[in-house]
Every structure is written in C-alpha cells, then in structure tokens.
C-alpha cells in the first residue's frame, strides 16, 4: 500500500486545554504546548508566539520546520483584557488542526459566548477562503507544468521496472509527471516519480477526491479504480476497455468511488485494491472495502497463488512475479 499522508481533512484534531493563570508568560506557554501536542511545528515557536497580537482575529501564516517557505502553518487567535483567550491553529500541509481555550466556557455569560462563536465562524470562513485561494494557485501551477511536460519515454527506468507502459504520464527530466484531476476534468495537483521510484505530491496541492486518469475511454462501461498509478497501469493492460483511475493511496479511495459512481452511475464499478497481507489490520483491502460498500461497486483483490511471496501486496507486484515465474 501506499502510505498516505496526512491531507486535506485527514488529521483534522481539536481539542480545549483550559488554564487559570493570568499571566501572559504562562498563557504563551501553554499555547506553546497545545500546538507542538498537536503536531504543529512552526519554524520558529518564539518568533510566531512574539507575534499572536497580529493574529487577533485574523491568519496569519507562518512557516513550519517540514516546509519553512511555504508558510502552510497559520494561527488565529483572540485576546481578552491584554491576554490570549483562544488560539486556534493549524498545518495545511498535513491537515493538523487545533483549539486552544484558556478558560471553560462554561465561565462566559450567553452573550459572551454567542460573541466568541461569531468571532471563530468569521475566522473559519476567511481561513477556508483563503485555503480555496491557496488551492487554486497550487492547481494553475498544475496545469502549466502539465501542459509543457511532453509524453513520458517507455524506456524510463521506474516503467521498466514496474513492466508497464507509460499511458497518458507525461515527463520533465527524470520525472514522470501524473496529473490529479476532478470529474469534470479539471486539474488541480500532480504526483511525480523519480527514476527510482521515489513519489512526490505537489506542495499544496488538493488531493482529496482527486484521481490520475490512467487510461480508457471517456464514456465507460466499466471503471476500475484502484490505489496506487503503476497499478492502474497493470489493470489498463489486462482490461483495456475499462476507464482505470488512481486514487494515490488507501485515504482516498473510498471519494474517488463515490466520486466515480456518482458520474458514471451505469457503469460497472470496481474498487481493485491492495491486500497489505503483511501490515495489521490489512489497511489497503480495508479501505477498499469501505470504498466498495459506499460507492455500490464489486471488490476485487489480488488473487494469490501458494507460492508468491507474503511481501507483493498489489496486481502489479501480482503481475510481475507471474511474468517471473514463466
């Protein structure tokens, strides 16, 4: 399977961690620890807690230790009488979300509370606008480098490992170049792979919902959905007439096929997921399950005969021993 990272939605966390004291210092402190406890990490912790005041009320965006010139991290926070009252933040990158409040709200009048809720519903609404802003920048940038990457070469190093045939990937150097893209045909992300094999999500990209059309007709009868794209490519070979779509990994299998089945909802639908044989609780042919039940589709799993190795988890690894045993 392969491993997901954490995106849009998936890590969302919250949590209220109440204090007493009155003091600025320990308030600080106490944000400091709400946000490192929820795997927020600001390039510079001192530098972005000197600067909460310009967050009253508004994001500001600052840079995390994984990406320090991306500025994904961004904070929010709201004082009462000179200190912090409530600080909400988060990592776009990765989805990690927090809320920290420095007292219960059980000790705010009515119409405090009523105040603070419209307060933090202004900020969401101006941090998902600002998100929707983020995401369609990352989705031009897409469809420009798309469209000036020429059709992928079938003598690329990870094609001939993987044995299969380029399809529609495109290339820019060493780099398979794979566009993620909605229904519609709109594009929004790309993943690339390297020569050996090493795969990359573009920075800030959408992904959720998002799939790499890897091959097949406009209007199919048959639409086989799968994880991973070198799989996708295995599935397109065997079954040419299907339309094959990636998902990129397990998290997103289950939108792409409600997605899928939603716009085709004729077609004979099928999740063709990973069986993760070695991992507990087999989270690859779990996911496809889940995906199956929820889109309405049929399940197929790599069907393994006595002798292949525990470690081949998907049809290609399937695939590719067969080859290897004739």
């Not at 990272?5 to 320990?26: C, I, K």
């Not at 007292?103 to 900020?123: F, I, K, N, P």
């Not at 998902?128 to 469209?147: G, I, N, P």
């Not at 070695?278 to 989270?283: A, I, K, L, M, R």
């Amino acid at each position: 399977m392969k491993k997901a990272r954490a995106s849009e939605g998936a890590r969302h966390q919250s949590l209220s961690r109440y204090s007493t004291t009155d003091s600025y210092p320990d308030r600080l402190e106490a944000i400091r620890v709400a946000v490192l406890e929820h795997d927020i990490e600001p390039e510079n912790m001192d530098a972005l807690l000197s600067r909460l005041p310009d967050a009253e009320g508004k994001p500001l965006r600052f840079g995390t230790a994984r990406k320090p010139r991306s500025k994904n991290g961004w904070l929010i926070a709201y004082f009462d009488r000179g200190l912090p009252f409530v600080v909400i933040a988060g990592d776009w990158s990765t989805g990690a979300e927090m809320k920290w409040v420095a007292h219960s709200m059980d000790t705010l009048t009515a119409e405090e509370q009523r105040e603070l809720r419209c307060r933090m519903a202004e900020a969401r609404k101006i941090r998902e606008e600002e998100q929707a802003r983020r995401w369609e920048a990352r989705a031009a940038a897409a469809s420009r480098r798309w469209r000036s990457c020429p059709p992928a070469d079938p003598e690329h190093p990870y094609l001939l490992r993987k044995g299969i045939q380029p399809h529609r990937a495109r290339q820019q150097d060493g780099e398979l170049v794979l566009l993620l893209s909605d229904f519609s045909g709109k594009s929004w992300s790309l993943q690339t792979i390297g020569e050996a094999g090493g795969k990359r999500l573009m920075a800030g990209g959408k992904k959720s919902g998002h799939l790499i059309v890897v091959d097949g007709p406009n209007d199919p009868a048959r639409v086989l959905i799968c994880e991973g794209w070198a799989t996708g490519c295995t599935l397109a070979e065997i079954d040419p007439a299907a339309l094959v779509l990636a998902a990129v990994d397990c998290s997103n299998l289950q939108a792409v096929a409600t997605g899928a089945r939603n716009h085709w909802p004729d077609a004979d639908l099928i999740v063709c997921g990973d069986d993760d044989r070695q991992t507990p609780g087999n989270p690859g042919a779990a996911a496809a399950r889940a995906a199956a039940l929820a889109a309405g589709a049929q399940l197929a799993l790599p069907e393994w005969p006595p002798a292949a190795p525990l470690h081949l988890s998907d049809f290609n690894d399937l695939h590719n021993w067969q080859r290897g045993q004739r």
